[in-house]
């Protein structure tokens, strides 16, 4: 069966240091992935997604970036942080097929103080 | 461009009372609809999709393309049943498909 891992579950981190979430997929082979952050009355929001290794886009613009190092690797990176990227964060996995299900991570909690 | 509303962000009923939490949507194309859900400590998770008419833990939501409406409805509602859900929609983009979400209804079922 397929499983997402998503870590670190929790980080507090000062404005202006750097962050990176990593999720990793297992049990499947080229997913789709995704990246997507939760705060509070505005729902999910997608980052970014990405079809294969080094395939990114980008859905808003941001301070954020997100690379695919490996087929079920997906990183999500900040070279300095900002108050307002404060939140939690998602990753997911879904087959490339229209109309599939997304599977979530446990997700992360961002503190940046 | 793809949009969902979800025009309740919270929702109390009673235990054994009707519950529907409204979704709406926007897009051009052919919607695929979900309904996804969050319970307290849990991962989000999927609840139903409409492509599989099925009934969920009591749940079940028709897509009403007139109305662009895809609500979520349970005849009687059970206290396990108080957690977040999101409307999502999917695209028809084939290998770059994605689902965009709602902003949530928290639904509380009291006793």
């Known amino acids: 069966s397929q499983t997402i891992h998503q870590w670190p579950a929790t980080l507090v981190q000062p404005v202006g240091s750097p962050l990176s979430l990593e999720c990793t997929v297992e049990g499947t082979s080229n997913p789709n992935l995704y990246w997507y952050r939760q705060a509070a009355g505005r729902g999910l929001q997608l980052l970014f997604y990405s079809v294969g290794i080094g395939q990114i886009s980008s859905e808003v613009p941001q301070n954020l970036s997100a690379s695919r190092p490996q087929d079920r690797q997906f990183i999500l990176s900040s070279k300095k942080l900002l108050l307002s990227d404060s939140g939690f964060y998602l990753c997911?996995?879904?087959?490339?097929?229209?109309?599939?299900?997304?599977?979530f991570g446990e997700g992360s909690w961002l503190t940046v103080v | 461009a793809q949009r969902v509303t979800q025009p309740e962000k919270l929702l109390s009923v009673f235990k054994g009372a009707p519950v529907e939490l409204k979704c709406n949507y926007s897009?051009?194309?052919?919607?695929?609809l979900f309904w996804y859900v969050q319970y307290s400590r849990q991962r989000l998770q999927l609840l139903l999709r409409?492509?599989s008419r099925e009934s969920i833990k009591g749940f079940t939501a028709d897509l009403n393309k007139g109305e662009t409406s895809f609500h979520l409805k349970k005849p009687f509602a059970q206290e396990e049943d108080s957690a977040m859900y999101y409307c999502?929609?999917?695209?028809?983009?084939?290998?770059?498909?994605?689902?965009?979400f709602g902003k949530g209804t928290l639904l509380t079922v009291n006793p």
């Open positions: 897009y051009s194309g052919s919607p695929e």
């Open positions: 997911a996995w879904g087959r490339a097929i229209s109309g599939n299900t997304i599977y």
């Open positions: 999502a929609l999917g695209n028809s983009g084939g290998s770059n498909y994605k689902l965009t």
């Open positions: 409409h492509i």
